[in-house]
C-alpha cells in the first residue's frame, strides 16, 4: 500500500540549532512531495514542494528538502531555527498526476526552546 | 478571496445524529478534498473530488458521504455520528492535481 512515514514524532532543538525531520514514502514510478506545516490551532500552509527537476528544494521561512530516489526519502532541513517555528509538519506525497489524492505522514512536532 | 471556508467551527452530536460539514472555496479550483486529523496519525482523506459531479473515495471513507454539484462547495455528510468521528476535519482544494491545496480553517467535532 501506499504510504508515508514520519520517522519522528516530536523533535526538541534549542534556538538557533540545525534541525532536520525525517520523511520516507513507499516506493513509486512517480511521486509528487510536499511539507506543510501547521501553527497551534491554525490550518495547514505549504511549505515547499517536489515535482521534478533539481532535488535540493527551497521553500518558505528559511526551509529546505531533499529528494532522494534510491532511498525514498524526502527530509526537512533548517540550518538555524527560531522559536516561531515551533509548529508540526507533515510530509505529504500524491502517487498520481491524476486525482489530488494526498497520503499525509503522522506528523513531527518540532518543539524550539530558547 | 476568502480562500476555504468551513462552518461550523465547532459542533458536538449525540451518537446517531446526523448532520453536514460545509466546505466553499471562491478560486475556481477543480480539486477538493476532505481530511480528519487525529493526534499521533497526521491527516487521512476521507473523500475527494476533481470536479463537479465527481468524486470518489480516499483512506476512511466509511461512515461520510459528499457530493459535487458545483465547483464551489464540497459537503460533507455524516450520516450516524458516532464516537470514532470525533475529530478535527479539514477541507482543502487545488487548481490541479499536484497543485498546492488550501485548507480551510477546520471544524472540531465530538460525537458524544
Known amino acids: 500500500a501506499q504510504s508515508v512515514t514520519q520517522l519522528d514524532s516530536q523533535v526538541p532543538v534549542f534556538e538557533e540549532a540545525p534541525v532536520e525531520l525525517r520523511c520516507n514514502y513507499s516506493?513509486?514510478?512517480?511521486?509528487?512531495l510536499f511539507w506543510y506545516v501547521q501553527y497551534p490551532n491554525q490550518g495547514l500552509q505549504l511549505l515547499l514542494k517536489?515535482?521534478?527537476?533539481?532535488?535540493l528544494v527551497k521553500g518558505i521561512n528559511g526551509f529546505e528538502a531533499e529528494f532522494n530516489k534510491s532511498q525514498t526519502s524526502f527530509h526537512l532541513r533548517k540550518p538555524s531555527v527560531h522559536i516561531s517555528d515551533t509548529a508540526e509538519y507533515f510530509c505529504?506525497?500524491?502517487?498520481?498526476?491524476?486525482?489530488?489524492?494526498?497520503?499525509f505522514g503522522q506528523g513531527t512536532t518540532l518543539q524550539v526552546k530558547p | 478571496n476568502a480562500g476555504v471556508t468551513q462552518t461550523p467551527k465547532f459542533q458536538v452530536l449525540k451518537t446517531g445524529q446526523s448532520m453536514t460539514l460545509q466546505c466553499a472555496q471562491d478560486?475556481?479550483?477543480?480539486?477538493m478534498s476532505w481530511y480528519r486529523q487525529d493526534p499521533g496519525m497526521g491527516l487521512r482523506l476521507i473523500h475527494y473530488?476533481?470536479?463537479?459531479?465527481?468524486?470518489d473515495q480516499g483512506e476512511v471513507p466509511n461512515g461520510y458521504n459528499v457530493s459535487r454539484s458545483t465547483t464551489e462547495d464540497f459537503p460533507l455528510r455524516l450520516l450516524s455520528a458516532a464516537p470514532s468521528q470525533t475529530s478535527v476535519y479539514f477541507c482543502?482544494?487545488?487548481?490541479?492535481?499536484?497543485?498546492?491545496?488550501?485548507f480551510g480553517p477546520g471544524t472540531r467535532l465530538t460525537v458524544l
Open positions: 482543502a482544494s487545488s487548481f490541479g492535481p499536484v497543485d498546492e491545496q488550501f
Open positions: 517536489y515535482l521534478s527537476g533539481s532535488t
Open positions: 505529504a506525497v500524491t502517487f498520481s498526476s491524476n486525482t489530488g489524492k494526498l497520503i
Open positions: 478560486m475556481n479550483h477543480e480539486y
Open positions: 473530488s476533481v470536479g463537479a459531479g465527481i468524486t
Open positions: 516506493s513509486s514510478v512517480s511521486v509528487y
